[in-house]
């Protein structure tokens, strides 16, 4: 089958998730990579397109500039895709340009800057009919599409509690001077990050896993959180109350300061018959306890999985796979939608999450600001 023509803005060298964006578009095997706004610096975009192969009048100094470009060329050559892997404060813009142009979207999160940019962007895809995925990454693990399917099916019986946490220990470094990262320090600065560092950047996965898995929304939130020391201008910490109903509560729970802990994102839901459990850094374990039998280890690669999640996984049992084809698992998704084919949903979140997410991050950050109170999301 012809791969589709995918763009990338950002990603370039010594960037974060670009990488993981390209190395997930080559696992699903559907992309091909033909040019982009790579860098912010345009001497370092070409120097990118150099070294990965791109043919340099296909690497383009701004978005205006490659939307000019690809519109130009016959139909047949044009890009069609486009993953924006910027940081926060350029999605909206980026998207927002691209999608009036014809262009289809990969995303990153958070969506936007603001809720009211996030419903422009949901009805501007709504408008236009262009595919739109936006990658809450853990979505993509089989696991987690297993986790989905037992809780669809009921399994659990009622649900009657729903916690998640996220807990990283990196922005130590960069708070107290150690520096051990250059790239990303922006998420501390709310020109580029928006109204939220903790919460806009890992709380907000949190919230989209527990909305994903359960297919239930969070209704309000009442929220605590923390700038950690003196001079930072945006939450590293936080504590997020949920409630669906009158009974169902949860938590949420994340931190970028948590010495020592790497990228801690687990999920438990707990209901009258059992419970489910996961957590990304043993990603191929999803477990179910019970009261009456013992603990269930559910693994991706056996018979037992619903399809989704049995398609997920390439390799036979007991090869373990990881991030990269979690977001490839989504990539895969976002191409059935982009050539029209019949897909599940849940195969890749869509504007719908992004508008979810941003609604979820300023929720919470007016329930702390008004003295921790109920916010409805
Ligand atoms: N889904 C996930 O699990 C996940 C993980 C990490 C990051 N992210 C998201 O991905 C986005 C990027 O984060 P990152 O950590 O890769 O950032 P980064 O700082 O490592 O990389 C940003 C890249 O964007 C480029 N850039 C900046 N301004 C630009 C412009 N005007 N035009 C073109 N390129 C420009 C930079 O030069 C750089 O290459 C953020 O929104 C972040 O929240 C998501």
């Given amino acids: 089958m012809k791969k589709i023509k995918m763009g990338m803005i950002g990603g370039g060298i010594g960037a974060f998730i670009g990488d993981a964006h390209r190395r997930a578009s080559r696992i699903c095997n559907d992309y091909e990579l033909v040019g982009g706004v790579f860098d912010i610096e345009y001497a370092r975009s070409k120097e990118f397109a150099l070294k990965e192969g791109i043919s340099l009048d296909r690497c383009y100094n701004s978005v205006d500039a490659l939307i000019k470009g690809e519109l130009a060329r016959p139909a047949g050559e044009k890009m069609e895709v486009v993953s924006i892997v910027t940081p926060n404060a350029l999605h909206y813009p980026q998207a927002k340009k691209l999608l009036n142009k014809g262009f289809h979207l990969v995303c990153e999160k958070p969506m936007t800057m603001t809720v009211r940019e996030a419903l422009d962007l949901e009805s501007l895809v709504a408008k236009t009919k262009l595919t739109f995925a936006l990658t809450h990454t853990y979505t993509g693990y089989p696991m987690v599409r297993q986790m989905r399917d037992l809780i669809a099916k009921g399994v659990l019986g009622t649900i009657q509690r729903i916690d998640a946490q996220y807990y990283q220990g990196w922005i130590n470094s ?28 890992i709380g907000v996965h949190a919230f989209n896993l527990i909305e994903y898995t359960t297919g239930l929304e969070i209704k309000e939130v009442l929220s605590d959180l923390s700038q950690v020391k003196d001079g930072i201008k945006l939450d590293l910490d936080g504590t997020v109350l949920i409630r669906f109903d009158k009974k169902l509560k949860g938590v949420i729970r994340a931190s970028q300061v948590c010495g020592g802990l790497e990228n801690d994102i687990t999920i438990s839901v707990y209901g009258s018959k059992g419970s489910l459990r996961w957590g990304q850094e043993n990603p191929n374990y999803l477990y179910m306890f019970s009261d009456t039998e013992p603990t269930k280890v559910f693994k991706p690669a056996h018979g037992y999985n619903y399809k989704l999640a049995e398609e997920g996984h390439t390799m036979p049992a007991g090869h373990p796979e990881g991030i990269y084809e979690a977001l490839a698992n989504i990539y895969k998704g976002t191409a059935k939608s982009i050539r029209k084919q019949k897909f599940i949903p849940g195969e890749f979140p869509t504007v719908h999450d992004g508008v979810r997410g941003m609604k979820f991050i300023h929720a919470v950050v007016n329930s702390n600001t008004k003295g921790n109170v109920w916010m409805k999301v």
Avoid: F, Q
Avoid at 182 to 198: E, F, M, N, Q, Y
């Fill in 174 to 201: 960069i708070i107290y001077g150690t520096n051990s990262r250059i790239t990303g320090v922006w998420r501390l600065d709310p020109k580029h990050a928006g109204v939220s560092s903790c919460m806009g950047d």
